[in-house]
């Protein structure tokens, strides 16, 4: 600051800005490796080590899965490992079922890109990237071109549906929840209803999948309202509420299994029909997994702070609007994580079912090795580590998606 000709103060001029140091800070690959893995003697013998034995890990693998491994098991029972027992004169439903699948998901997905910024198309890609590599390996096993040319009619309509849906006015983006719901449901009346197959018939990928996804869906509300309900101001709710979570959090799934296997029929009153196993199953499955979304929603209702229920009182709002449109949001954007993984957990216990008889893709896996043409050939190995990349690429979906969610909500940075 100096005086200006009349007496009066006037600002120097600023500086020029130094030069944008980001791009000197950013690391050439060779000077990368040297700072991250060359460091210190220490660093370059870890560094060595750990990339032989990955080398050798790699190689191993790639070795398995293209040289040694004798996938004709895989090809062979590629139906097998889908459908299960599903009946194949019913097999068009199914394929009528992915195209409803791929409607709702591109319109649904076309809402929500039309309401905000999109990702960007290496995040979708690096997201859909096991998924796609997944689909690829099944239409490489197929026996006929057919799943291909019907996969490619799929992904068509996936892509027309999102076009359609960017186009549509953005307020219906709020309502893009109903779209996913509406896509639930014609599937499952697409697959069961006016002469369809119950899901007591299916088996495979498809059991899998729809013990997942049912056991979600039905967990989840169930689990925010015990999570509500041990935050009760009435003794009687919280007390059954408490009883409830803390009975079912201290019984292991596979006994609850067991029990919803062969003793729920007991509990039923007489003359009222008996589930089937995959019933049973699934009511073993919403009730453990509710039992860990209640506690896991308690903590971020804990986190939530008194301030923001004291501030919804003093506008007037009621208990029931605090609850939904104050408290509730900000506890399950602050429980993202761990919902995700709860419910990535329930994808990997679905195995458990085959305790109970239940035909789903790791039961597949241990029956086709005892067929005529592969007995006695040594060929666990193919079928799990095949059922094992089905599994992987599933969670593996989940947590991405997770992880968009996340940062879509800035979860953890304010």
């Known amino acids: 600051m100096t005086a200006g000709p009349t007496g009066t103060a006037t600002l120097e001029p600023l500086p020029p800005p130094e030069a944008d140091t980001g791009a000197a800070a ?29 080398a050798y890990v790699v190689y191993r693998g790639l070795r398995f899965a293209l040289v040694s491994g004798r996938w004709e098991i895989i090809r ?139 056991g979600i869906a039905l967990s989840f509300p169930i689990g925010v309202l015990l999570a509500l309900g041990r935050r009760s101001s009435f003794p009687a709710v919280r007390v059954v509420c408490v009883g409830y979570i803390e009975l079912i959090r201290g019984v292991p799934l596979i006994t609850l299994l067991f ?26 499955f919403v009730a453990f997994t509710a039992a860990y979304v209640a506690e896991i929603v308690r903590g971020g209702l804990q986190g939530v702070s008194s301030g923001q229920v004291e501030a919804a009182q003093a506008i007037g709002l009621s208990p029931v609007k605090t609850t939904r449109l104050i408290v509730l949001p900000q506890a399950l954007r602050n429980v993202i994580p761990a919902l995700v993984g709860q419910f990535i957990s329930l994808f990997k216990d679905t195995s458990l079912v085959a305790f109970l008889a239940v035909l789903e893709i790791l039961s597949v896996a241990q029956l086709v090795t005892q067929q005529d043409d592969f007995r006695g050939q040594s060929l666990q190995a193919e079928a799990l580590v095949f059922v094992s990349f089905v599994y992987w690429t599933f969670c593996y979906a989940m947590s991405r998606a997770s992880q968009r969610l996340e940062r879509r909500l800035a979860v953890g940075e304010r």
């Open 26 to 54: 950013r690391l050439g690959p060779r000077r990368w490796v040297r700072e991250n893995l060359f460091s210190s003697p220490l660093d370059s013998v870890l560094t060595v080590i750990f990339g032989l034995l990955l």
């Open 76 to 214: 062979v029972n590629l139906t097998n490992f889908a459908i299960g027992r599903f009946p194949r004169e019913q097999v068009p439903r199914l394929w009528a079922a992915i195209f409803v699948a791929a409607a709702g998901i591109g319109l649904g997905s076309g809402m929500a890109a039309s309401a905000g910024p999109t990702s960007r198309p290496v995040d979708t890609l690096r997201r859909l990237a096991p998924l796609a590599v997944l689909i690829v390996v099944l239409l490489s096993l197929a026996r006929t071109p057919t799943p291909a040319l019907l996969t490619l009619c799929g992904v068509a309509v996936l892509v027309g549906a999102h076009f359609l849906g960017r186009r549509l006015p953005a307020r219906l983006a709020r309502r893009v929840h109903w779209v996913y719901l509406g896509t639930v449901l014609a599937i499952f009346v697409v697959l069961t209803q006016f002469g369809g197959v119950a899901w007591n018939a299916w088996g495979g990928l498809l059991l899998t999948l729809f013990l997942a996804v049912a």
């Open 259 to 284: 029990m919803a296997g062969f003793a729920l029929g007991f509990f039923l009153p007489v003359g009222v029909p008996r589930p089937g196993l995959v019933t049973r199953a699934l009511v073993a």
